[in-house]
């Protein structure tokens, strides 16, 4: 029994090697995908944006802003204009990321303690550019607000350290846990290069059943009296193995050469990308099961393949899609395994939290590999004739 459950793997890995386009999907597509957003990503924050600037009171008071804008972190003066007209003109052409209006006596009026309005002015065209241009002029105008305060105060005939502690008598200190320096590099490079890989491993998976159809060899199998349990058995384990192998090579240029973060043990997260391969082997069985041929196995694979990660809640939160997709992504495979990746690499929250990641996706498994056996079992595949 043994030698022959060997010679079944043996031929399934000879199939699976001569299939030259199923081999580089298998070896390059996720190590390709790996090294392309590690490129992609390879600056970690999004700095040096792009700003211009209109000065129209050109007063000591809006060259202090200018200073503070220049001074700023994230923020690259590049552009200095005489009308807004302008302006708007290089933010269309998308020369500029951010524009900042300084009105007409804004010195004045904030001599007088007046009310004054600085026009500032987001491409948000690009919403991840939008996102750090805002936060970075909101820590620019809190500055500046903060400091004219201040002054309107001591002009009030307060002391200064006195008026400096009436601003500062509630702080809010702002405290980023798991990933404090805002690195896209850590949230995107590894969940981009998975993304991929499990998109391969749908297809490869989808063969599993229908990819005996139409070999010349299938009738040696029929006659030999190997059972379709031990058959398809022998087979599934040599995909999950090659799977699971595949992504090793992506976890160690991610882990230990590009040094993202992986909160949990390794044993750990090699446990939990099992469990999902193995989900996801049964999904991609479940499919082969089920279609007529190979064609349309592939097909129906990759419809649920290329959507589950945008539906995984991972780049858009789970909590801003409506309230029935957010019961119905809970059915996908990937939105479990993703979800579990970001507490994995980033939070290690512990097995009593992560176990029922484990659960949903080992019985997704007994479900998907259910279906198709009882679906084998009714019918007459392999197809005759």
């Not at 992504?247 to 999902?276: E, H, Q, R």
């Amino acid at each position: 029994m043994i030698r022959q459950c060997l010679v079944i793997m043996q031929r399934e890995l000879l199939y699976m090697w001569r299939d030259k386009s199923l081999r580089n999907i298998l070896l390059v597509g996720p190590l390709l995908a790996l090294l392309l957003m590690a490129g992609v990503y390879s600056s970690q924050r999004i700095e040096n944006i792009s700003t211009a600037l209109v000065d129209l009171d050109r007063s000591s008071a809006s060259r202090q802003v200018i200073t503070d804008l220049k001074n700023s972190q994230n923020l690259q003066v590049v552009a200095y204009f005489d009308t807004f007209s302008q302006l708007e003109e290089s933010i269309k052409r998308g020369e500029v990321i951010v524009g900042v209006v300084i009105p007409e006596n804004y010195g004045k009026d904030i001599a007088l303690q007046r009310q004054t309005k600085v026009a500032v002015m987001i491409d948000g065209m690009n919403m991840a550019y939008a996102t750090n241009a805002s936060s970075a002029v909101l820590t620019v105008t809190r500055t500046l607000g903060a400091q004219v305060g201040i002054q309107t105060l001591i002009a009030k005939g307060i002391q200064a350290n006195q008026a400096q502690e009436a601003y500062q008598s509630i702080a809010f200190p702002e405290e980023a846990w798991f990933n404090p320096t805002a690195n896209y590099a850590y949230f995107l490079v590894l969940a981009f290069a998975l993304n991929v890989w499990q998109q391969c491993c749908t297809l490869a998976s989808c063969m599993t059943i229908i990819g005996e159809n139409g070999r010349r060899s299938w009738y040696q199998i029929r006659t030999s009296g190997i059972s379709l349990f031990k058959l398809f058995f022998c087979k599934s384990l040599v995909h999950i193995s090659i799977l699971l192998l595949t992504v090793l090579p992506v976890y160690f240029l991610a882990f230990v050469v590009f040094k993202l973060p992986l909160a949990c043990g390794w044993s750990s997260f090699l446990l939990f990308t099992l469990i999902f391969i193995l989900a996801l082997h049964g999904l991609g069985t479940m499919m082969s099961s089920l279609s007529p041929n190979a064609v349309n196995a592939s097909r129906y694979g990759m419809i649920i393949a290329l959507p589950s990660f945008l539906l995984s809640g991972f780049t858009w939160p789970l909590q801003a899609m409506p309230l029935w997709l957010q019961h119905v992504v809970w059915f996908f495979p990937q939105t479990w395994f993703f979800q579990g990746v970001s507490f994995l690499t980033f939070k290690n929250p512990g097995w009593g939290f992560m176990s029922h990641y484990f659960l949903a996706l080992g019985l997704m498994a007994v479900l998907f590999y259910s279906v198709a056996a009882l679906r084998l079992m009714v019918s007459d595949f392999p197809h005759k004739g």
